[in-house]
């Protein structure tokens, strides 16, 4: 494994400084790194993390930390993506199978996210997008990929699409797990949306949606960790009685200077739903690249995306549906997500063998 030199790590935090000496929060850059390798210490498969130099993309010296999972295979790679709030530690579930020991995995924080930069995103939704978008085209330029697999889960989910219509010679295969971003505002489905989601998006009419954590300070994890036990829970299989560390996680992601949380905001209107929803632009993408969606059976997303974007596009479209899942999909059923993912990668091999 790849170490980063506190020089380095100092450069892509300068901007959180405030933080670092405010009394009253307990975020560490060190704490993140500390609860990172905690939970990355689960993967059993040869992996390195290092950040990945992009220049000038939204400020002058953007950096995106990366997971690399078997680099040295020669499989079509997959590239991970993931959600709000979170970070590249949270599919320590997931990459061993998925790579399977014969396939590249790479899993990167967004920038403004996790252990990334936390540059000053435009407060223009497209320019936003776009930045995104070339933020990952450098990435992918710098790692020297040609074509992967894309997954992304929920904000991820809706990069990754965005991605894949500016970029279609680089994507064999479009996996969108719960994704967000997708249908047009619907306000009957408010009913539907679970409390903690909905005090989430109330946030964001005039606020950042986790100021909270970072308001409390160091009673910040203490927060994460009981009204979001439920995530701690997807996690027992794997860390036992260790779920906490996954409660620390979230938190020292969540407690750096929120520029992603900031842009995420920003691409938002009303009750949570995007401004410029993917489903009015998802027949723009090349016919040629399969997509699938992978949803959880109890999820709060609305799952008939799916269905209409399968009706709208020439693309072939395959629609998976996970039992006794909800959003978090991916950790709900690691292993039934896992197995369907791998099945999926070795699908579109073998027809590009072909």
């Known amino acids: 494994m790849t170490q980063v030199n506190d020089l380095e790590a100092s450069s892509v935090y300068r901007g959180c400084l405030f933080w670092s000496w405010f009394s009253w929060s307990s975020m560490s850059w060190k704490f993140l790194q500390e609860a990172e390798r905690k939970?990355?210490?689960y993967v059993q498969s040869p992996y390195r993390t290092r950040y990945v130099n992009l220049g000038p993309v939204v400020e002058?010296?953007?950096k995106i930390?990366?997971?690399e999972v078997n680099n040295e295979k020669h499989e079509t790679p997959i590239v991970l993506l993931h959600g709000f709030g979170a970070g590249i530690g949270l599919w320590c579930m997931n990459v061993d199978k998925i790579s399977n020991n014969r396939r590249p995995v790479y899993a990167m924080d967004l920038l403004g996210f996790g252990r990334s930069s936390r540059p000053k995103?435009?407060?223009d939704p497209e320019q936003i997008e776009q930045q995104y978008v070339n933020a990952i085209e450098k990435w992918r330029s710098e790692i020297k990929l040609d074509k992967f697999i894309l997954l992304g889960h929920s904000f991820g989910g809706y990069l990754a699409t965005a991605y894949s219509i500016h970029h279609p010679e680089r994507v064999h295969h479009l996996i969108l797990a719960d994704p967000w971003g997708f249908p047009e505002e619907n306000k009957n489905i408010k009913s539907k949306i679970p409390w903690w989601a909905k005090g989430i998006f109330y946030a964001l009419k005039s606020l950042n949606p986790l100021w909270p954590v970072r308001f409390v300070g160091p009673y910040?994890?203490?927060l994460v960790t009981n009204l979001r036990s439920d995530i701690l829970k997807k996690?027992?299989?794997v860390l036992g009685e260790q779920t906490t560390v996954v409660g620390e996680y979230i938190f020292q992601c969540n407690s750096q200077r929120a520029t992603g949380e900031s842009a995420f905001t920003t691409l938002v209107t009303g009750f949570g739903w995007a401004k410029n929803p993917m489903i009015n632009r998802i027949h723009h993408l090349d016919k040629r690249i399969p997509i699938t969606f992978i949803y959880g059976q109890n999820t709060w997303m609305d799952k008939s995306i799916g269905e209409m974007v399968k009706k709208d596009v020439q693309n072939c479209v395959q629609i998976k549906i996970i039992p006794n899942a909800g959003h978090h999909v991916f950790a709900d059923q690691h292993e039934e997500f896992n197995n369907l993912v791998d099945r999926i990668c070795?699908?579109?091999?073998?027809e590009t063998e072909e």
């Not at 070795?346 to 073998?350: A, G, P």
């Open 39 to 41: 939970l990355l210490s």
């Open 60 to 62: 002058q010296e953007d």
């Open 65 to 67: 930390w990366t997971l």
């Open 121 to 123: 995103f435009s407060t």
């Open 220 to 222: 910040g994890q203490w």
């Open 235 to 237: 996690y027992e299989p």
């Open 346 to 350: 070795q699908e579109k091999v073998i």
